[in-house]
């Protein structure tokens, strides 16, 4: 059975020949396979990728024995297709050689360092935006050991520059995260504060901010069994995608960037009106679906979403509590991305599974539910399905004593889970814990919000006493004594 590489996969198959490394990526997941490298494929102008996974070596060790190859499986109902991207000049994982990464982002040659590696992989306070600086990671980093945390690898590189050639470079920042390139910019210059790199990062790293989305999968055999069909040589790491794909960014580049326009790439100055737009409707909306489907029983989004009190609860967390809180990019039609949104979610040949969704909330609703939930609660509204979102969130991850949340559910990772574990254990009552963790997850600002932490508290009760379908039918009470949310002006 022969196997994908550059002299067996068809021609015709494959985008690009890459002439030289310009770009080092941090995070060779799924998602930045089926997105900025497929872009910068599309751009044919040569600039190629090195990638670097966190830990696993499992897509690295593949895409090394293909050549650097692999493909990109599109589903949708209508049908599917495949392409191979053919961009990365070789992969590295940065567990098991962490120097190499900071050699690789201080090399001359390397004119965009850019970051895939979940919210998760900033080390970030979700609290106060700031480095957590009692995290292990930092704390070694900081004490001068080779280092093993994102932000300290970019630092160090960043340091070296400035110490030997000097070549500028820009820092992207493709996580979905509010600001994420000033996010990214202020963590570095934390870490360096103090040093002589810091006025050299200030004045010649550029970090513009970046709006990305794709729904991508986790990679399964019966999407590598896909693969194959329309292949005909074996992937062993084949990318399954839907055909939607968006990216919109500053067009903020120290050291130049590839063509990413034919690929379809938005330059703009409205970035962060996207970020918000994007990070609220799509991804809090998606949370809800994942956590209301999983305790519903649904392995999939498409299934959870088909489900009607699913997609009542999700329009009206996404119209009438995450669309009044944004300000829409000029000339919008914010209906066709509504029914858009809708459309993905519906993709069944998909199959993006809720546990994916679902997975490592403690760092991704941050980036999605407090900002909104306060804006509503300064106007006095109670955002009752931001509520029912968290309350769904904590029976998944942390489900009271006798609550069975399934096993969707169960299969969730999330990185505080031993931590709410122990705040459970430690709690009075429900309140007491739903606080504690509104405070410890979220935002202090939210957590003193009794009223917030109340409705959330009487979800948790409802979802355990009653099941999930009936805490949904006490939030869909409350939409109905409220009139028809507008975007904000
Ligand atoms: C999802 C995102 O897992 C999640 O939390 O909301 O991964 C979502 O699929 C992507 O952001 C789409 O661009």
Redesign the pocket.
């Known amino acids: 059975m022969s196997a994908l590489n550059r002299a067996s996969v068809s021609r015709h198959l494959l985008t690009a020949r890459p002439t030289s490394t310009g770009i080092v990526h941090l995070g060779l997941g799924n998602?930045h396979r089926a997105?900025q490298a497929v872009y910068t494929a599309q751009a044919g102008d040569g600039w190629g990728i090195l990638g670097v996974a966190s830990r696993s070596a499992a897509v690295a060790d593949a895409m090394n024995s293909q050549d650097g190859l692999y493909s990109v499986l599109e589903l949708s109902p209508g049908g599917s297709s495949i392409s191979v991207p053919g961009v990365h000049t070789g992969a590295i994982v940065a567990a098991s050689n962490p120097a190499a990464v900071v050699d690789a982002i201080a090399a001359e040659d390397t004119r965009i360092v850019s970051m895939t590696v979940t919210e998760h992989g900033y080390c970030m306070d979700p609290s106060t935006h700031r480095l957590a600086l009692d995290h292990p990671g930092i704390v070694a980093d900081l004490a001068g050991t080779t280092p093993s945390t994102v932000i300290g690898q970019i630092a160090r590189a960043l340091e070296r520059r400035a110490e030997t050639h000097g070549a500028p470079i820009t820092v992207l920042n493709c996580d979905?995260m509010q600001s994420n390139g000033t996010q990214t910019r202020r963590l570095v210059l934390e870490f360096l504060q103090g040093s002589k790199a810091e006025s050299w990062v200030a004045e010649n790293v550029a970090f513009p901010n970046s709006m990305?989305?794709?729904?991508?999968p986790a990679t399964t055999d019966a999407y590598r069994a896909a693969a194959y069909e329309l292949l005909g040589v074996h992937d062993l790491s084949p990318v399954p995608a839907e055909p939607f794909t968006?990216w919109v960014m500053e067009d903020r580049f120290a050291a130049g960037r590839p063509a990413w326009e034919p690929g379809g790439a938005v330059f703009s100055d409205e970035v962060e009106a996207y970020e918000l737009l994007?990070l609220r409707l799509?991804?809090g909306t998606?949370?809800l679906i994942?956590y209301l489907g999983a305790l519903d029983g649904h392995a999939t989004i498409p299934e959870a979403r088909a489900t009607g009190f699913i997609e009542s609860a999700a329009r009206a967390v996404l119209e009438d509590e995450y669309l009044p809180t944004v300000a829409l990019p000029r000339e919008f039609d914010i209906d066709a991305y509504i029914a858009s949104l809708f459309e993905r979610w519906s993709n069944d040949a998909l199959g993006?599974r809720t546990q994916?969704?679902?997975?490592?909330g403690s760092v991704?609703l941050p980036q999605r539910i407090p900002s909104p939930a306060l804006e509503l609660l300064r106007q006095g509204v109670m955002p009752e399905h931001l509520a029912l979102t968290c309350a769904a969130w904590l029976c998944c991850v942390v489900p009271l004593s006798g609550f069975d949340p399934g096993p969707h559910a169960r299969a969730m990772v999330d990185p505080a889970r031993e931590r709410l574990g122990a705040l459970a254990a430690h709690s009075r009552s429900t309140e007491d814990l739903v606080r504690s963790a509104i405070g410890q997850v979220f935002s202090t600002e939210l957590a003193e919000s009794n009223d917030f932490a109340r409705r959330v508290s009487d979800y948790v009760a409802v979802i355990t006493r009653d099941g999930v379908r009936a805490a949904a039918r006490e939030a869909a009470r409350s939409r109905t004594s409220r009139p028809h949310a507008s975007p904000a002006a």
Not at 356 to 360: K, L
């Open positions: 998602f997105h979905n990305v989305d794709r729904i991508v968006m994007k799509l991804n998606h949370s994942a993006h994916q969704v679902g997975s490592d991704k």
